[in-house]
């Protein structure tokens, strides 16, 4: 299993969240890019520092649609610790329901990227 097409679609995963998350709030032009990374660099950090732990990187692990449980709680609990270094990044308060609301949003789309992953990676064998 080639690990970089997953890699970067995890990257593209969240990138397209922190962009949904800001559009939300009517906040997508270009003035908003240095908020836009506050939110996508904590966030990626803390998916590449957890996702290996939960094995979202081994083939049997990644090919079976009855391990989405585990993209969901990673991407949760990632989340956790991206509002946390977010908040020292920015020096600003971190606040739980933003934790809750990126988590919840950050599982949903990573099982919704991680299933895509699953359909594709079966058709080719």
């Known amino acids: 299993m080639k690990r970089l097409p997953l890699i970067l679609g995890d ?17 997508t032009d270009v ?5 836009m990374a506050a939110t996508f ?12 732990a939960l ?3 081994e083939a049997e692990r990644v090919r079976s649609a009855r391990e989405l449980w585990r993209p969901a709680w990673g991407a949760f609990f990632a ?14 308060p971190v606040l739980p329901l933003f ?3 990126l988590g919840a949003t950050a599982a949903l789309g990573m099982v919704v990227w991680r299933g ?5 990676s079966g058709r080719k064998e």
Do not use: K, M, Y
């Open 55 to 57: 094995g979202l990187f």
């Open 31 to 35: 003035s908003f890019l240095p908020r």
């Open 79 to 92: 989340s956790q610790l991206a509002v946390i270094l977010r908040g020292l990044w920015l020096n600003a």
């Open 11 to 27: 990257l593209l995963a969240i990138a397209i969240l922190t962009v949904i998350g800001f559009a939300s709030h009517g906040e």
């Open 99 to 101: 934790g809750i609301i």
């Open 41 to 52: 660099v904590p966030t990626a950090a803390s998916w590449f520092l957890l996702a290996p």
């Open 116 to 120: 895509i992953w699953i359909w594709l």
